[in-house]
């Protein structure tokens, strides 16, 4: 057994009378004074299993009991250093993000919200493209999503259905464009009988999860979400919470999984505030690894302040608020939707790969993650060979596939650069940006430490109020980040200068490298350089500036 990687005991037994989901069967685990309590699963054909992650090399002690078994099983086993490339799960780290051996990690992530619901052909063609692509998360869904190009039936479900459900279709009405949060087919919720999982569905899903860690690549879990003809978003609260336990048994020992709640959760008319935060404190109560752990909103943002919460995940075009996003809430900050490449109809999904790789380098030069999805119209000359299945309506967002935009290339250039860094950023003191959110006061502060000609600047800042003030640095943002004294970053976005001045520390000495984004080019114009420097620019849009301390 070797660090990082999931154990998994296995026990014959009878079926279990009544519920399937909610077995009598745990465990402990002992490390010296550590311990940890795990729950057990069901896992059909008379199996049952208990999963378990070691993040420590050593020697465990367990004993796994419960009234499904003839007796208690006690065993020791040894721990050895994990693999190369196994770092175990992702976690908050104030407001970076770190994987449980130190490793710095920085999220380019994707979204393909069906991809588990595919066909094997078509999930195998995207697995395929995933091994290619610039991605260390994906975004997808537990529950099968009817919306805009997305209205096929998946081969399982993750339960059996009631007796209700057994007769119904779940067939997409002709013509059908976007959910409603509830149809007539799922008015109520019951039409799924959470005591009896699918374990054929089950079984699938895990071998993906493990293909997925098998590339480097972290699942972001969706468990929720509004876009539904099945019955999954409308199921009484009692039921989700007998979904949320049977998952957490069989999935938490996973180390590439992240817990997101929902994807715009206040869509989701079915459940109340209360509901919500029910299921989040049930999720964190209930994970003995502590994974990633938030909640998305389509408008109304969750209150990422909540303690289980460990990130903000927000949909928003607001790039110029990472710095205050960071301040306020001294965790990770992830744009899990910004808008998609493609050519569809809808707004959301029509941007050019341009303005994805600048939503990136906004983003992630003062120190946040962002995610990229790609919605080439079905049909179009772009999506004409998004897959070799012989399928039709494949869009990457949903189902996965291929990706064909101009934007992957350029992510993985950033990506190479990003993780040659010695640790993750962190917006700069200096920017315009980083006073969004900072009342007079600390904008007073912020000039006594300033250079002088700028901490003039900002004491007329300082004047204007917070409201104003917001709103003019707003419109005009500065994106410029720092590890320590070690590296400067400077996204010119859209400015066109031929020249302009960075200020570093006086006591250094920096080679200053100019970067085209989108040409993806990098040269050094300057070294042994310290304090105020004027630098030599290309007069082109979508250009950055890196300072590094030689």
């Known amino acids: ?40 699963f069901y896992a059909g054909n008379g199996t049952y299993k208990v999963r378990f992650l070691p993040e420590e090399c050593g020697t465990y002690r367990f004993e796994v009991s ?16 994990a693999k190369e490339k196994h770092h175990g799960p992702v976690r ?33 063609e995207t697995f395929n493209t995933l091994s290619k692509a610039p991605f260390n998360k994906v975004r997808l869904c537990i529950f099968p999503k009817h919306y805009n190009y997305n209205h096929n039936n998946p081969k399982y479900y993750a339960f059996e259905r009631s007796e209700k459900g057994k007769d119904l279709k779940f067939e997409a009405e002709e013509g059908s464009q976007v959910a409603p949060n509830s149809s007539d087919l799922g008015e109520g919720g019951n ?31 969706i468990l929720f979400h509004p876009y539904d003809r099945w019955g999954f978003s409308s199921m009484p609260q009692e039921d989700n919470l007998v979904y949320l336990d049977y998952l957490l048994r069989r999935l938490s020992a996973f180390p590439n999984v992240w817990w997101s709640m929902a994807n715009e959760y206040d869509l989701c008319r079915a459940k109340t505030l209360a509901d919500w935060e029910e299921i989040e404190e049930f999720i964190a109560s209930n994970d003995p690894y502590r994974h990633m752990l938030s909640n998305h909103n ?13 990130h903000v995940s927000w949909q928003s075009k607001q790039f110029q608020r990472v710095p205050e996003l960071l301040s306020k809430y001294q965790k990770p900050v992830l744009f899990d939707e910004c808008r998609y490449e493609g050519n569809l109809p809808e707004s959301w999904g029509n941007i050019s790969g341009k303005r994805m790789v600048q939503s990136f380098w906004r983003v992630m030069s003062v120190g946040g993650h962002c995610t990229h999805g790609e919605t080439f119209y079905p049909g179009s000359e772009e999506a004409k060979k998004n897959t070799d299945t012989g399928e039709s309506e494949v869009v990457w967002w949903a189902r996965g596939g291929r990706l064909h935009g101009e934007s992957p290339e350029r992510i993985a250039f950033m990506r190479e650069l990003f993780e040659s860094f010695p640790g993750p950023l962190a917006p700069s003191p200096m920017g315009f940006s980083a006073l969004v959110g900072k009342s007079d006061e600390e904008v007073l502060e912020m000039a006594k430490l300033a250079p002088k000609g700028f901490g003039a600047f900002l004491e007329s800042i300082a004047s204007m109020g917070t409201s104003e003030r917001d709103r003019f640095i707003c419109a005009e943002p500065t994106y410029l980040g720092h590890v320590g004294e070690e590296i400067y970053l400077r996204y010119l976005d859209t400015e066109c ?26 040269e050094t114009v300057l070294s042994g350089v310290h304090g105020t420097v004027e630098v030599p620019c290309y007069g082109r849009e979508y250009c950055a500036i890196l300072a590094v301390r030689e």
């Open 1 to 40: 057994m070797r660090q990082y990687e999931m154990m998994e005991l296995v026990f014959p037994g009878k079926v279990p009378e009544g519920s399937e989901a909610s077995v009598d069967l745990s465990a402990v685990f002992k490390k010296g004074e550590k311990t940890w309590r795990v729950k057990g």
């Open 66 to 81: 419960g009234s499904v078994l003839e007796g208690p099983c006690k065993d020791s086993f040894n721990c050895e250093p």
């Open 92 to 124: 908050a780290e104030g407001t970076a993000l770190r994987y449980a051996d130190g490793k710095n990690f920085t999220g380019f992530g994707t979204t393909i919200y069906a991809f588990f619901h595919q066909s094997q052909a078509l999930i195998d």
């Open 191 to 221: 039409n799924w009988d959470v005591h009896h999982p699918c374990f054929a569905f089950w079984d699938a899903f895990e071998e993906n999860l493990t293909r997925l860690a098998d590339l480097g690549i972290e699942a972001d879990l």
């Open 298 to 310: 389509c408008l109304k943002p969750w209150d990422w302040a909540r303690e289980n919460v460990t």
């Open 497 to 522: 200068c031929i020249v302009t001045t960075m200020q570093l520390p006086e006591n250094g000495s920096y080679r200053i490298d100019l970067i085209d984004t989108w040409n993806m080019t990098r």
